[in-house]
Every structure is written in structure tokens, then in C-alpha cells.
């Protein structure tokens, strides 16, 4: 009795998703396709996987058991066949669009590259407008997002989240304080861009004026919005990873208590994923090591 690669990897993703709604939507397959392929396997096998809940399904004592066995099996297979496509078409070609710099991208692609070396990633940085950072354009394979955004037709995988920071003229008073509360910073201009989403406009500007005289600034640019606040001219939130990687002198990080998190996600057309490889090969490589993993700022 020997289970197929592809049982033991639905099996996988219902264990680490919880549920079979969410999992159906990781693997594109219909729930009740996917069901019926866990009672497959539970029929070769000869026992339960999963002990089914309300909302949400748990490993039984033999699933438990068996967990371990099946990552080996799916990882030697997924690492058997990247092995075979490198020899039969030689280097191929990833473009990952992003904003902003974060530890966690680096260590994403540094763990892909570890599996496949035969991939060539290009890194292709946006303007700060670009909230899509060209998925929406087509111009790249994927792209790390800053959530929230309008997802049209775009599949994500959350890499990390974190808290967000006021970034303050070093002289302003609320620069001195350990932390601090959206509506204190009613009173001070806003830095702004281009951005047309409304719901990353929302979220980056969450008290902002929208409009009158001096309202806000207006920027293209990271070193555009970190020179306008050391001029003291306005001052903007950005993800606290922000102090350690693109700190300058001038400029206080400083906690906003009550501001909505930060989410950096890796986002894909799920046509790309069916059409290419490759793009299917990262998106994998990119949950195991987000399970396995605490990736910087997560």
C-alpha cells in the first residue's frame, strides 16, 4: 500500500490549514473534491486522519503519528521533480516586485534559492504609489504587498505582520514620548502619495485630512517622505521595521498605539501559478518555510 504523493499533500494542507474550506482554496481544487480525496487515502490507509469539528478539523492520534512521515514523502517528491525540470530547461526566470525593503522577502527567496539555484529571481523595487507593485501591470511574476489592498483576482500568503510607528521631526514633542495615539497626530500635515486604492489610502492615512490648503504633502519617493519629515514639513506611519531600515538622523520612530497593524504578504494571479512552474514552485517553497519558520517581524 503505497499513498500517492498528491493524497499525502491534501493531507498536509487540511493539518496545517484547520479547516477543508481554506485548504480547497490553497490547493484550487472544490471542497468536495477535496473531501473525497482525504476519504480516499483514510480508505488506503485504513484509519481516520482527521477528527471533523463544526467549523474546523484536528489531526486524530494516528494522523498526529503520521504528519511527520508525509512532509518527508511531499518534500523529497517536490524536491525530486524541481530537481528534474533544472536538467531538462536550465535556468529559469522569477521578476518578484516589491515597495520596501523586509528582512523576511530576503529570507523567502533565500530559502527558495537553497531549492532551486537553477532560478534566476529578479528584484524589481515600485515607487511608494505603486501599492500593487506591477501585479497589477503584469510586469512581474509576484509581489511582497503592504495589506490592505483591492485583491482583484490576486491570491496572497500573509509573511508577516507588525506594529506601526509615526515617523516625527526629531524636535516635534511627540517625538519624545515611548509611544503615542492616532489622535494626537490630528493636528500635524500628513505625507502622502498618489496612491489611488482607497483602502491603502485608509489605511495609511487613517485620520488625514483629504482635503483644503496644506492639507498634506505630497511624495513619489522614500527619501522624498524621510527628507520632508526631517524639514519638519509632516509626518506619516510606517511599519516599525521602518527604524531599523531606513533610519536617518532627524527622524523619531515612535509607536502609534492604536494604528492598525502592518501586513506584508507575497500576492500572485492564481493564472500565473497554473501556467508557470516556477511560480507554483516559489508560492510552495514560501508556505513551508512561512509553517516552519519565525520569519523577521512576524
Same mark, same amino acid.
Given at each position: 500500500? *503505497? ?12 493539518? #496545517? ?15 468536495? =473534491?477535496? +473531501? ?40 523529497? @517528491? ?22 520596501a ?27 511608494? @504609489? ?6 497589477d501591470?503584469? #510586469?512581474?511574476?509576484l ?9 482583484? #483576482? ?42 489611488q ?9 487613517p485620520?488625514a ?11 513619489e ?26 533610519? &536617518? ?12 497593524? +502592518?501586513t ?5 494571479r492564481? *493564472? =500565473? @501559478? ?9 508560492? &510552495? +517553497?514560501?508556505?513551508?518555510f512561512?509553517? #516552519? ?6
Amino acid at each position: 500500500m *503505497e499513498p500517492k504523493v498528491r493524497l499525502l499533500r491534501y493531507f498536509l494542507t487540511v493539518a #496545517d490549514a484547520g479547516t477543508f474550506t481554506e485548504a480547497a482554496e490553497i490547493l484550487h481544487v472544490s471542497q468536495p =473534491a477535496l +473531501s473525497q480525496q482525504i476519504k480516499k487515502l483514510e480508505g488506503e490507509l485504513g484509519f481516520a486522519l482527521f477528527q471533523r469539528g463544526t467549523r474546523r478539523v484536528t489531526l486524530t492520534p494516528r494522523g498526529r503519528d503520521l504528519i511527520s512521515s508525509a512532509r518527508q514523502v511531499v518534500d523529497a @517528491a517536490e524536491t525530486y521533480r524541481s530537481h528534474a525540470r533544472s536538467l531538462a530547461g536550465g535556468t529559469r526566470e522569477l521578476t518578484i516586485g516589491y515597495r520596501a525593503a523586509h528582512e523576511a522577502i530576503r529570507a523567502v527567496i533565500d530559502a527558495f534559492r537553497a531549492e532551486r539555484p537553477d532560478v534566476d529571481i529578479k528584484l524589481r523595487q515600485y515607487p511608494m @504609489a505603486a501599492t500593487h507593485a506591477g501585479l497589477d501591470a503584469g #510586469d512581474v511574476d509576484l509581489a511582497v504587498l503592504r495589506l490592505p489592498v483591492v485583491l482583484h #483576482d490576486l491570491q496572497t500568503l500573509a509573511l508577516y505582520s507588525e506594529p506601526r510607528v509615526a515617523l516625527l521631526p526629531e524636535g516635534h514633542t511627540l517625538a519624545r514620548r515611548p509611544h503615542i495615539y492616532l489622535a494626537e497626530l490630528a493636528g500635524v500635515p500628513w505625507i502622502t502619495t498618489t496612491a489611488q486604492d482607497p483602502l491603502w489610502q485608509a489605511h495609511a492615512q487613517p485620520i488625514a485630512k483629504r482635503d483644503g490648503p496644506d492639507a498634506s504633502v505630497v511624495v513619489e519617493t522614500l527619501d522624498e517622505f524621510l527628507e520632508t519629515v526631517v524639514a519638519g514639513r509632516g509626518a506619516g506611519l510606517a511599519p516599525a521595521s521602518a527604524a531599523r531600515l531606513y533610519s &536617518r538622523p532627524g527622524v523619531a520612530f515612535v509607536e502609534v498605539v492604536d494604528a492598525e497593524p +502592518s501586513t506584508g504578504a507575497l500576492a500572485w494571479r492564481r *493564472e =500565473a @501559478a497554473d501556467a508557470n512552474p516556477v511560480v507554483a514552485d516559489f508560492i &510552495r +517553497s514560501a508556505r513551508r518555510f512561512v509553517r #516552519d519558520q519565525r520569519l523577521p517581524g512576524s
